[in-house]
């Protein structure tokens, strides 16, 4: 792969949730639920903060909920590696692994990417929710990069 | 694969929806937008009814919405096959493909199963915008079945 | 997507196999068992010949003989519907499901592509043992296309 | 997930490549290429040596290739955690990334198990071609466990 260019200015957190908010506003319908609590080159870190909306029986959280912050996670990682431009991505395939009922409590969604290309960016996350030791769930996204960059 | 017990009294369409309210009452929050329309044996059909909570800048369908209709159709041809007890099957995995954007219309999920064995069943869903000839996306999912049947 | 050019001078079954023969001679390394049979605009049949080498305890294909069979078949339609451009393009995600153990028999690929965009290609590939009614594996390939077409 | 029972008596090295070499003999046809060089609680690295059949042109590694290791050293995974019977383990779904060529060099894979409940695992597998800083591919594979344990 093309080694990729950094994005000239970083984007901090603050930056990258605006324009994410400016873009999909509808995405915090009923109540900001996703926040950005950290960025790195190739790296993010995204809490899904608990709400009674996402509860199942036994109150744990369900499975589109825990898809969305996937996938939200890994696109936050690629706007925070190629800047603004990166909002242009898009999800191109989520492979989605459930593997433990998560607590009834914020889920914590890292994310590294480990494909950076000029065309494909491919983001691993792993869930968990906060306190616990192990995943809740482990997914990995394929997303298409604008062409133009 | 041992051949699986059909369900003794398949369940039609209304007693599906029933159940799956029952257990999931969260599941319509914000309206009824999950429809189910037909099941079979090993099928089922559902309408994801357009929505403007589902919306994306150029009016297309959100991923986590595509993804909530693909785990939903694939759960309910679950209960379609096996009765009551299907209810219990968990998403274990779901790997999702986003082949073209959506229209914004109804966007129709159908589903057939593809592996219906004693512990694991599988479920293939083609999701089309409704009065469209191609897919929007294309999804597998696999969930665990509930051990005592 | 873009609406793709079908290749000008559409290539035939025995065109496509010397074509991929010529650039990957090492795929029939022990014996010709990959065989096309057919293809067409948008899809493909590809035979796996049972061979020894393939079994295992049980009779049974192995897993590794599966995936190169569904990679090879989404590739063979790839081929099919661009023609020679079609030979660089690459795989970058293959999702398969083991479904039911295969017959010792030959093992047979049909192939769809569900997408066929200016960059992506993806195609669905079901094996079904010769003869059998279910499929023993389902597969879904993501191939990335050369850009200069 | 319930915990998992570690193997009582754990295996090593040398005894998981001897149990597998006789349930799977043909797995080294062709001469001996996947090699077991460490196993722990719930890890595995198995090393795929370089042989020129593996090439292609370019003289990178096939897909089948890099297939065949994480699906072998995700299955080393499971028997060193879960004692011998951890060789009724069957493959039931496999997701690979192609992220980039390798090197015409021995390819390294790293597994950790993700899940090892009742009756499924998830290892997780990063290829590496030797020497070098990233990834070749990645995978994640779900395995059925035998029932009686």
Redesign the interface.
Known sequence: ?AAHTPASKPLDVARIEALIDA??P?IH??GRSLVVEEVGARSARVRLKHH??Y???GGTL???AM??LA?FAVYVAIIAALGEPGLEA???????????KPEPRDLIASVRL??LGR??A?G?AELVSEGALH?SA?A?A?Y?LPSER
């Not at 898009?90 to 433990?100: E, G, K, P, R, S």
Request: charged residues 20%.
């Open positions: 792969m873009r999909f509808q319908a009923g009674d909306r509860n199942r029986p369900s499975g589109p898809f969305t996938d898009v999800t191109t395939n989520l492979n989605i692994n459930f593997l433990a480990i494909r065309r494909l491919v691993e995943m482990h990995i394929t298409a």
